[in-house]
């Protein structure tokens, strides 16, 4: 395994080129499933996940070409529809594919998936919104087996809890669905949109992305098409945090109006930081005030537009060093809080009280060996290493690249002393 070494106490000043958003390029290289004919879709980030996802189509004889930032895909009849567990075990987003193969082909088996070890994320609101369309589902073995006779049928589907995989896994299986879909209390996430958009681009009908009530009008059958992927947004989020975290300057480029309207927005209350657009939106300027500013911040994780649950590890470890008591409630996974225990080992002045972190200035932040236990943790203990006095060796660093692509080598632009090291 990787690890990552870090020397901190550098501010951080230069230019960062934001990747593709993963968690767009994720559920749309799903619905390539969703046609026989050739997709093409770029600004693809090279990161473990996506090669998963794409081992998991080739096993479902996808054609995969891949080039640069740009994957062409092929979807033939599989001689099994079968999502095996040695491929869907690596990640949560791998039982995207269910609702695809069901409308496409009417079933299909697929392992219960795996992921980061954040907390429950039950699949139930997946099944019950296929179910409303027709589908026949029985769990065995640790495998959903579900089974239609015909074409899934358009239902009014009413989610008892937002789900981003959820809302996106039905909209992929209603493109093809005999009638309307109409989804409610669905997930309103850019990505979300952004899967629309790529759907639409193939000859889907649909409204209402972007807001709570989401309507599909079915199709017999879906075209070519090809498709950029949207920034990463939470990508953009970690490097301002970065940023916060050490003071400097840095430019974020390859981001869009709304990711920059977002990212200013919940992080208005960073009074010591300073977010710019610039270019229309297509480039994002952060700079770090010097003056020292007293912080009293409550910040709770909620649904989109909300504070994403997905930045929660790394603004607990921007705060680090700041003056003042900050409290972040984390509202989306109840074990979210897996960085404190390294943190600590840091010198964090940090306490947790059920879902809440209760975050104070610390006497001292100092470099130590630390273990990153899931995606986004592993991106805060980066930030409490860039601002750490010493050295800091980050182990386990595979959860680092299930995310963020050439992570080490955009901050060593910026003047960081970071490099990867092979154990």
Known sequence: MDKIEITGGKSLTGKIRISGSKNSALPILAASLLTE???????????SDIFSMLDLLKSLNVKI????DKIDLTSSTPRSLLAHYDLVRKM?????????????????????????????RPVNLHLEGLEKMGVNFKIEDGYVTGFI??????????????????????????TLAEGRTIITNAAQEPEISDLSKFLIRMGAHIKGFGTKKILIDGVKKLKSCSYEIMPDRIESGTYILCVFGCGGMVKLENVNNEICNHLIKIFR???????????????????????????????????????????QAQLTSS????????????NIFENRFMHIGELIRMGANIKQIGSKVIVKKCKKLRGAEVMATDLRASSCLVIAALMADGKTTINRVYHLDRGYEN???KLKKCGAQIKRMKS
């Open 37 to 47: 004919e050739k997709i093409s879709v770029s600004n693809i980030p090279n990161l």
């Open 65 to 68: 070409k891949k080039s640069k």
């Open 92 to 120: 949560r987003a791998s039982f995207l594919i269910l609702g695809p193969l069901l409308a496409r082909y009417g079933e299909a088996k697929v392992s219960l998936p795996g992921g980061c070890a954040i907390g429950n």
């Open 149 to 174: 006779d015909g074409r899934l049928k358009g239902a009014t589907i009413n989610l008892n809890k937002i789900s981003v995989g959820a809302t996106e896994n039905l909209i992929m299986a209603a």
């Open 269 to 311: 209350q960073l009074k010591s930081l300073q977010l710019k657009k610039i270019d229309n939106g297509k480039n994002l300027l952060i700079k770090k005030n010097k003056k020292k500013v007293e912080l009293s911040l409550i910040v709770r994780t909620k649904e989109y537009p909300g504070f994403p649950t997905d930045l």
């Open 319 to 330: 705060l680090l060093k700041t003056k003042g008591r900050s409290e972040i409630i984390e």
């Open 407 to 409: 992570l080490e080598k």
